[in-house]
C-alpha cells in the first residue's frame, strides 16, 4: 500500500454561504492531509474572509490549512503553511515570515534543478506539474512521472504532484512515487460530487 495522500487545491472561484458545508463533506469521506485555499485576483479582504470560513473546518479534522501565494496573510491568519511559486515571494522570505514550524511548499513545474534549490533551502515540500490537461489555469510547464521516481531516489523531501489530475489518471503518479496529489478540478467537479471523489481516490490510492 501506497503512503500517497490527497491534497485539495479550493476551486477558482467560492462562494462561502455553501462552500464550507460542502468541503466538510469532501474531507469527511476519506484521508485528506492538506487543502490549499487558492484564489486568485482578489482582494485581501476576501482571501481573509475566506481564511476567516474555511481554516476552521480544515483545522478542527487535523487537516493543514494552507494558503496559495501570500506568507504575510498566511501568517496573519493561523494558516498552518503557505505554497510559493517561482514568481512568489521568494522561499526564504515565506519562511522568515511564516516560521520555522510552518509548512512552506514550492512549485518546481518540471525542473530537477529548481527542486533540489527548494530542498536545500529547506522546502517542506516541492510540487511538479502539470503532469495532465487542465482546465484551472494555463500552467507554464508539463512533467512526467519519471520526475517523481527520479526525486524519491535522490531526496527525502516530500513530492507533490498537480495539474489535470484525475480518478481516472492518478494511478501512474502514486505508482512513481508521488507523496502527495494535489488535485482541484478532480474532486470539485468528479461526476459523482467531491466527497465521492475523495473516496475514490483513497481507493486508487490503496490498491496502488
Ligand atoms: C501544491 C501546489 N503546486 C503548485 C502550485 C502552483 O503554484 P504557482 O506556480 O505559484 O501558481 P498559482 O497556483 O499561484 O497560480 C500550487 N498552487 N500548489
Ligand atoms: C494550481 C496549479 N498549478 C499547476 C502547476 O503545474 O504548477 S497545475 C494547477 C492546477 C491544479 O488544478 P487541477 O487539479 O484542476 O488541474
Ligand atoms: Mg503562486
Known sequence: MSDCRLYL?????ID???F??????ALDAGDVACVQL?????GDDVIRRAIDALRPVVQSREVAFILNDRPDLAAAGGCDGVHVGQEDTPYAQARKIMGRDAIVGVTCHDSRHLAMVAGEDGADYVAFGAFFDTATKDPKARAEPEILSWWQEMMEVPCV????ITVDNCAVLVDAGADFLAVSGGVWGYKDGPAAAVKAFNKVIAGA
Do not use: F, Y
Open 20 to 25: 464550507p458545508a460542502l468541503l466538510a463533506s
Open 16 to 18: 462561502l454561504a455553501t
Open 9 to 13: 487545491i479550493t476551486p477558482p472561484k
Open 38 to 42: 487558492r484564489l486568485k485576483d482578489v
Open 161 to 164: 504532484a498537480i495539474g489535470g
